[in-house]
């Protein structure tokens, strides 16, 4: 856990420098939902898929295996 907290800082001010880079947008969206905050793994998930990441390429990560049951997901990688 301290490692994703640690990686969440880094791509944290990496977002500052760079804050619609679509690729480390679902990066820290990962990270998030790794660390069980779902709120900001949606958060983020929709801040990606806004810089230009596809919605299906969202849906197809296993990472995001967890928010599938949730219909905020579910809406957000089915809109586009």
Same mark, same amino acid.
Request: avoid cysteine; glycine fraction near 4%; hydrophobic fraction near 35%.
């Given at each position: 856990? /301290?490692?994703? =907290?640690? %990686?969440?800082? !880094?791509?944290?001010? &990496?977002?500052?420098?760079?804050?619609?880079?679509?690729? @480390?947008?679902?990066?820290?969206?990962?990270?998030?939902?790794?660390? /069980?905050?779902? =709120?900001? %793994?949606?958060? !983020?998930?929709?801040? &990606?898929?806004?810089?230009?990441?596809?919605?299906?390429? @969202?849906?197809?990560?296993?990472?995001?295996?967890?928010?599938?049951?949730?219909?905020?997901?579910?809406?957000?990688?089915?809109?586009?």
């Amino acid at each position: 856990s /301290g490692q994703r =907290e640690e %990686a969440l800082k !880094y791509t944290n001010r &990496a977002l500052q420098l760079s804050p619609n880079n679509a690729d @480390l947008l679902l990066e820290v969206a990962e990270i998030y939902n790794q660390l /069980g905050n779902k =709120e900001s %793994a949606i958060e !983020y998930s929709q801040k &990606a898929i806004a810089a230009g990441i596809s919605p299906s390429t @969202l849906r197809d990560l296993i990472n995001f295996d967890n928010l599938r049951a949730d219909p905020r997901f579910t809406k957000l990688t089915n809109s586009h």
